[in-house]
């Protein structure tokens, strides 16, 4: 027999492991061929980033082929292994597939000579033929296929996925599982139910006309597979359809995981990448999950990457009318379901300015939970990634670190994993890209982890002053404070993000040995240092606006302190409780669920700043205790509670 092994890995995020799905499809897709099948065993399947020269030695019998899933997040790695490999076992062949395998490069395995084949889109059809014929080398008749200086016609889609064999009904999850004996591991499932995405998102692999048609596997085999997931109490899984409650049976398969939760508690979290037109579905999805208390989702995304329509239409990006996501957010706001909004910088077409203005819409639209801003990378199959696309719209990148956060120091010794960000466009230079993120920056810290959260609504009611141009006064004025913490937090955080792109740094600031994502990094900072906050706020947002006392006093206090004990209540002027809070009250009390179960500042800056802080955790609820004369408090004042994921 022959050995194969298999490789899948990404970077550990704690005890969180990832069973691997793509390779386990194509290896038991061909071991379905008999021919296959009597020439082949596994020798092993490697998932997790382990030291390279430890496993190549550790490698006793002489592995025939080893094929590779390749992500962004795993190039390098794999990159690596091969070439050592090879150095060991220079017969083995080394056959690479996955997102990152460029469609177009010709030169691929002439520049990485230690690929043998590289397989191109889904393809399953095409490793087996692949692997029957790995002794000849002759591989110039199978669609789908790169090898050196040549590209063979581009592959064909898999039609019919139920002759996929399941790795989880075949039993091969069960045999990754039981050779990690470990309670401790938070096992993840990547999880399919369909492949494809009708729309075209230039940024985006899955938009290519390659993947438009969408394919489904069977119900019947969805559920016994959720079952499975329950029966193995998977924690995590991380569903990989690119638009959850597209499709009426999406609601139908959610009520079903949610009757597995209620039975035994798992799985656990079911995160999902939402629909971007169906908003009644997603509703109803929404409202299963929140009526059964299961919280399964994070929360809905309103992922619009930009509000900016020149943008729009350069990136073929096509958002819900922006009444429609106003109508949405409402209704999640009114059941008390958190929302988070995501944007990406710098898109082209886009400036500062229109990513400030967008911003603004979504928070004038009702966007009060989270907001992320992501920024832009290319990836070689998708249409940003094309060479004349990039001509076209004045991209310049660099190849830099991957941003992948929270890693501690005993990462550090790992491999690198790298991408093509860009840093300026048509309509934003270096300088401006940084202003951006600067801009971004400041924006979700102080209104989405909270810091300015309530006197930034606050001014945006009672004065001419809305958020986005709060934030624009804000930079100006610490830049005239240069001895303040908030000062600080902006020159080390712009520093760093150049340091990204001038030295190849690591993206994120490392306090206390882990790599924290930069807001996550400045509420470290807030929350170690609230005086000293306090005053700096004062003597900052002074210099252009009036803000009484009392609402810096009450913002402080809503922001979550795992030192407090809640609740407490506060005296306030009833005018001002009417502004802040629609009720008109001479005494609010101010709580918070799960602070105080909280007896580390370790652990809560975890919680607070990494893995709940897009469900507004730190965030106090507020309950007018006093003089009530108007309405009550809105639901949605009460924050999410804490779960546990990759964040
Ligand atoms: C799940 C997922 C994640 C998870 C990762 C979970 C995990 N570790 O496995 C999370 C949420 C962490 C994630 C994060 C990111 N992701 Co992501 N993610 C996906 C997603 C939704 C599914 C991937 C998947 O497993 N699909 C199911 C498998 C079966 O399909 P597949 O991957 O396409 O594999 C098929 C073929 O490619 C082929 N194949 C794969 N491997 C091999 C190997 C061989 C030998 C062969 C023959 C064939 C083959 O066969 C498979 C079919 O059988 C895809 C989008 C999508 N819908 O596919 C994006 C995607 C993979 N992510 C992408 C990106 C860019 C990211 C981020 C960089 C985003 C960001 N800017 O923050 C981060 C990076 C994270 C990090 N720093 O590590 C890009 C990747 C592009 C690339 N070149 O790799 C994708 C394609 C989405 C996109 N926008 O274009 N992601
Ligand atoms: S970003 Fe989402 S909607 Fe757009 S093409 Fe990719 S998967 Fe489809």
């Known amino acids: 027999m022959k050995n194969a092994i298999l490789v899948q890995v990404v970077d550990s995020y704690g005890p969180n492991k990832f069973l691997p799905l793509a390779i386990a499809y194509q290896w038991l897709n061909a071991l379905q061929d008999p021919d296959i099948a009597n020439e082949w065993q596994l020798q092993d399947v490697l998932i997790e980033k382990v030291n390279i020269n430890e496993y190549v030695d550790s490698i006793q019998h002489k592995p025939d082929m080893m094929a590779m899933s390749c992500y962004v997040w795993n190039w390098e790695y794999n990159c690596i292994l091969a070439k050592t490999l090879k150095k060991k076992w220079p017969d083995c062949k080394i056959i690479i597939g996955g997102p990152q395998v460029d469609k177009q490069d010709e030169n691929l395995l002439h520049k990485h000579n230690y690929f043998d084949v590289a397989i191109l889109g889904e393809n399953e059809i095409g490793f087996n033929e692949v692997v029957k014929n790995l002794e000849s080398g002759q591989f110039d008749h199978i669609p789908g296929i790169s090898i050196p200086g040549l590209i063979t016609n581009q592959p064909v889609r898999t039609r019919d996925l139920n002759k996929l064999p399941s790795p989880i009904l ?9 050779r990690y004996d470990d309670p401790d591991i938070m096992w993840q499932v990547t999880y399919e139910t369909m492949r494809g995405c009708p729309y075209q998102c230039g940024f985006c692999d899955i938009g290519d006309k390659y993947w438009n048609k969408t394919i489904s596997f069977d119900i019947d085999r969805v559920h016994e597979e959720i ?10 899984v991380s569903v990989c359809d690119s638009n959850w409650g597209i499709w009426e049976r999406d609601l139908d398969i959610t009520k079903y995981v949610i009757k597995k939760k209620l039975g035994n508690g798992y799985p656990r979290f079911w995160d999902v990448t939402w629909a971007k037109n169906n908003t009644e579905r997603i509703k109803q999805i929404a409202l299963a999950d929140k009526e059964a208390g299961t919280q399964l989702f994070k929360g809905i995304t309103f992922a619009v990457q930009s509000m900016n329509k020149p943008t729009l239409d350069a990136t073929k990006r096509f958002n819900l009318k922006e009444n429609v996501i106003e109508g949405a957010m409402d209704f999640y706001r009114q059941n008390d379901i958190p929302t988070y909004s995501e944007m990406i910088w710098p898109m082209p077409n886009e400036t500062v ?3 400030m203005d967008g911003a603004q819409k979504l928070i004038d639209m009702g ?5 992320m801003v992501h920024p832009l990378v290319l990836t070689p199959n998708a249409l940003m990634g094309q060479s004349n696309y990039i001509k076209m719209n004045g991209l310049q990148y660099e190849s830099v670190p991957l941003d992948t956060f929270w890693l501690n120091d005993e990462d550090n010794g790992r491999v690198t994993e790298y991408v093509d960000a860009v840093y300026a466009t048509n309509s934003a230079n270096y300088e401006e890209m940084i202003s951006g993120h600067l801009h971004a920056h400041w924006l979700i810290t102080l209104y989405y982890y909270g810091w300015g959260h309530v006197m930034m609504d606050y001014l945006n009611k009672v004065s001419d002053i809305n958020h986005t141009q ?12 240069p001895d303040t913490m908030i000062y600080q937090e902006h020159i080390e955080t712009a520093q760093s993000i150049r340091e990204v792109f001038d030295d190849k740094n690591l993206w994120g600031r490392n306090i206390d040995g882990i790599f924290w994502e930069y807001k996550s990094a400045t509420s470290v900072k807030f929350h170690r240092d609230r005086a000293k906050l306090l005053n700096e706020m004062k003597e900052i947002v ?4 009036d803000v009484p006392d009392k609402v810096y006093e009450i913002n402080s206090r809503i922001c979550a302190d795992w030192r407090e004990t809640y609740p407490f209540t506060l005296d306030i ?13 001479d005494r609010i009390e101010i709580s918070h669920l799960d602070c105080n179960n909280i007896d580390n500042e370790s652990d809560f800056i975890r919680v607070a700043y990494h893995y709940q802080r897009k469900n507004r955790y730190w965030r106090c609820s507020t309950q007018p205790v006093g003089q009530i004369q108007l309405h009550q408090p809105s639901q949605s004042d009460h924050y999410q509670l804490r779960v546990v994921g990759v964040g």
């Open 542 to 545: 002074s210099n252009f606006a």
């Open 353 to 355: 300015e229109s990513l």
């Open 573 to 585: 002027d009833p005018e001002l409780c009417e502004i802040l809070f629609d009720t008109a009250s």
């Open 227 to 236: 079952d499975w997931m329950s029966d193995r109490k998977i924690e995590y």
């Open 367 to 371: 966007q009060k939970d989270f907001l």
């Open 170 to 178: 075949t039993g091969f999850y069960d045999w990754i599982l039981s």
């Open 470 to 481: 709060f934030i624009e006064m804000f930079i100006q004025s610490l830049l005239e404070n």
